[in-house]
């Protein structure tokens, strides 16, 4: 199976500041089938990020994805104090599907 | 709108059995593959298995094989998970979700808000 190994485990920042969160694959994923998921406490996910680059609808301009093969990027341009969470990525490309297992974005 | 809700979960003894639902409503449930999610507590997300829109695919990941069984019933939309022979790691909140696409490889665009499975004697 497709191990993705997210960094850094916690990202301690402020508002207004970026954050970029790193998410690399142990295979190529291929045709960039990797997604973004924002995880609030006691809550469902959220897609963010679909087919590593896409924003999934309603999701503000301030995050973008990027990447490919094995390395992926998750980019928040300017903290809002609603965007302290934690951030998993997850490769549909090979089954089984996976999750990294999280980087936690903490004021 | 889309809407997911699952139900099913408690507390039961290592070696017993659940069987958890999810009822869905707002979209076409027979046009899409669903899949099962879970996540153990203060831990990340586990893939769990998904299934085909008529039922004649499924993929589990490999530490539920011969335990799970997911299936669905078109004419009452409804998801299912089978869960036996429970062990104390499979303690977890259970999400059903579906994908943002009709197709196989899709992201999870839709979530439910979870039902806890307890594993503990």
């Known amino acids: 199976e497709i191990v993705l190994t997210q960094s850094p485990g916690t990202l301690s920042l402020s508002p207004g500041e970026r954050a970029t969160l790193s998410c690399r694959a142990s295979?190529?994923?291929?045709?960039?089938?990797l997604a973004w998921y924002q995880q609030k406490p006691g809550q469902a996910p959220r897609l963010l990020i679909y087919?590593?680059?896409s924003r999934a609808t309603g999701i503000p301009d301030r995050f973008s994805g990027s990447g490919s093969g094995t390395d992926f990027t998750l980019t928040i341009s300017r903290l809002e104090p609603e965007d302290f969470a934690v951030y998993c990525c997850?490769?549909?490309?090979?089954?089984?599907?996976?999750f990294g297992q999280g980087t936690k974005v903490e004021i | 709108e889309v809407q997911l809700v699952e139900s099913g979960g408690g507390l039961v003894q290592p070696g017993g059995s659940l069987r958890l639902s999810c009822a869905a409503s707002?979209?076409?449930?027979?046009?899409?593959?669903m899949t099962w999610v879970r996540q153990a507590p203060g831990k990340g997300l586990e893939w769990v298995a998904n299934?085909?829109?008529?039922?004649?695919?499924?993929y589990y990941v490999d530490s539920v094989k011969g335990r799970f069984t997911i299936s669905r019933d078109n004419a009452k939309n409804s998801l299912y998970l089978q869960v036996n022979s429970l062990r104390v790691e499979d303690t977890a909140v259970y999400y059903c979700?579906?994908?943002?696409?009709?197709?196989?490889?899709?992201?999870?665009?839709?979530w439910g808000q979870g039902t806890l499975v307890t594993v503990s004697s």
């Open positions: 979700a579906r994908g943002l696409s009709s197709s196989w490889h899709t992201a999870e665009g839709y």
């Open positions: 707002g979209f076409t449930f027979s046009t899409y593959w």
């Open positions: 299934i085909n829109q008529d039922g004649s695919e499924k």
């Open positions: 295979q190529s994923v291929s045709s960039s089938y």
């Open positions: 087919g590593a680059s």
């Open positions: 997850q490769q549909y490309a090979t089954s089984p599907w996976t």
